[in-house]
């Protein structure tokens, strides 16, 4: 089966511009979540969708992340204006609902703000 | 809170065994995951603990200690591609989100 995918795998903006970063889960998937790694600290939670609801967004930093998810399928977070501290490496999982599952990851959107 | 402790750097030898511990106090627990990263890629699953004991696959075993908060995951019989970080991640109660460590980061050597 096809793995999770994210586009882009990199992007480079300055500050004030909007990015909009891309998951697609494996099909089938009901939950989808992002997380984020900022260097040198762990992987942090910042949402969580079942099907195309938010079920938690408590992670989400500030007013300026946008996460939909249309359909139940794939899903997109947009930043925007971007800042400096936003930096990092974004990435999204997405597991079966069953007690358990696994989440399985894509590789990541390495997003650097300048 | 939420608090994971894991090693930040841990080296071995090629064909030995490795223990990587993780404790952990978070307010609510509904089983605990290790994952493995290499450089530039996806975690990709190893293995999940939800009740005490020992789980085996392979070269790769998790032990679970829900009343002391512990875990650990065991590689034996390292390959030089074991090198990769280890993240330990506990799953909470509510919404059923990861919570994870900073990562193990494993080198073997020859």
């Known amino acids: 089966e096809a793995g999770v995918t994210q586009f882009p795998s990199h992007s480079v903006i300055e500050k004030g511009q909007t990015v909009t970063l891309r998951c697609d889960p494996i099909s089938g998937h009901d939950n989808l979540y992002w997380y984020r790694r900022v260097m040198g600290k762990e992987i942090k939670f910042l949402l969580h969708?079942?099907?195309?609801?938010?079920?938690?967004e408590s992670g989400m930093p500030n007013n300026r992340f946008l996460a939909e998810r249309t359909g139940g399928t794939y899903s997109t977070l947009k930043v925007q204006p971007a800042e400096l501290e936003d930096s990092g490496v974004y990435f999204c999982?997405?597991?079966?609902?069953?007690?358990?599952?696994?989440?399985?990851f894509g590789n990541g959107t390495r997003l650097t703000v300048t | 809170g939420q608090n994971i402790d894991q090693p930040t750097e841990m080296t071995a030898t090629e064909g030995a065994i490795v223990q990587i511990n993780c404790t952990y106090q978070t307010s609510g627990f509904n089983g605990l995951f290790w994952y493995q990263q290499h450089a530039g890629e996806a975690p990709t699953f190893l293995s999940y603990?939800?009740?005490?004991g020992l789980e085996e696959k392979g070269r790769f075993s998790s032990f679970l200690s829900r009343s002391k908060g512990y875990s650990y995951l065991l590689l034996k019989e390292l390959q030089m591609k074991d090198s990769a970080s280890y993240l330990c991640a506990v799953k909470d109660n509510q919404g059923g989100k990861l919570i994870f460590g900073q990562g193990t980061e494993l080198s073997v050597k020859p």
């Open positions: 999982a997405s597991s079966q609902v069953e007690v358990g599952s696994p989440l399985h």
């Open positions: 603990n939800v009740l005490d």
């Open positions: 969708f079942v099907k195309e609801s938010k079920q938690d």
